[in-house]
């Protein structure tokens, strides 16, 4: 569990300015949720987070401690993406357990650790198999896995739900929720579908043009939106 604070962060590709100075405290344990329309800056913000991405100005701080410039994997932090990027050769086991043996882990430690996420994430039947013979589901089951065995302090999802079927998306957002509820991790979740963001957050930030619009719960949200902006997204229809 980690506090993570985002201090005037800005980052501009050449001339161009996709994000414009956001401030924000999220707590220890919080499940907090980004939504915003596509190209507003969603993922660049949280690859900046991850740091896979180069902040332009401001700090980033993970319990209190400057991580603005860390390199990724000094940050305590875990990202799955949309596009789930598993190794095809792999087998799931070792495709969840690929981080760990680059790292060099006990093979023991590893195989333990594959085993409980895999428990988790209703893998275990599955553990032999290669990616192309598992469902969108299981690949993004699997995608999550290879997160969770880094025992991380922050969890980043970018869209993870955005490439399955509208059932399969329903169950997986519960699956989350119970995942955050059970890990009680710190969890920041983009999406730009209003229905994830009013389900699964503690706290919603709705982000337009690289900056934010408004931040609240779900409920603060939808009966007070700030700006037509937010009424239009994810308010009350009045
Ligand atoms: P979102 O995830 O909300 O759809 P992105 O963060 O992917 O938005 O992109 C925000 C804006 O930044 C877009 O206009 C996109 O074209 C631009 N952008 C993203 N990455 C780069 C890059 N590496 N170079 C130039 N422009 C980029
Ligand atoms: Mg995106």
Request: aromatic letters at 6%; a neutral charge.
């Amino acid at each position: 569990m980690a506090d993570l604070n985002l201090n005037q962060i800005h980052k501009s590709f050449g001339a161009l300015e996709i994000i414009k100075g956001i401030d924000l405290d999220i707590q220890s344990g919080e499940f907090v949720v980004f939504v915003g329309p596509s190209g507003c800056g969603k993922s660049t913000l949280l690859r900046m987070i991850a740091g896979l991405e180069d902040v332009s100005s401001g700090t980033l701080t993970i319990d209190g401690k400057d991580v603005t410039h860390a390199e990724p994997s000094e940050r305590g932090i875990a990202m799955v993406f949309q596009s789930y990027a598993l190794y095809p050769h792999m087998t799931v086991a070792e495709n969840i357990g690929f981080g760990l043996s680059l790292a060099k882990r006990p093979k023991a430690e590893i195989a333990a650790k594959v085993q409980a996420a895999a428990d988790t994430l209703q893998l275990t039947h599955l553990l032999e198999r290669k990616p192309k013979a598992l469902s969108g589901g299981q690949r993004q089951r699997v995608a999550i896995g290879r997160a969770i065995v880094r025992d991380p302090k922050v969890f980043l999802f970018d869209e993870p739900l955005s490439n399955l079927d509208a059932s399969l998306r329903a169950q997986m957002r519960l699956e989350l929720s119970e995942l955050h509820a059970r890990l009680k991790t710190t969890m920041v979740y983009v999406t730009h579908d209003q229905v994830e963001a009013m389900t699964m957050a503690d706290r919603i930030v709705v982000l337009n043009g690289g900056r934010v619009e408004q931040v609240g719960t779900p409920m603060e949200l939808y009966n007070h939106p700030a700006t037509p902006f937010v009424a239009g997204f994810i308010g009350s229809p009045k």
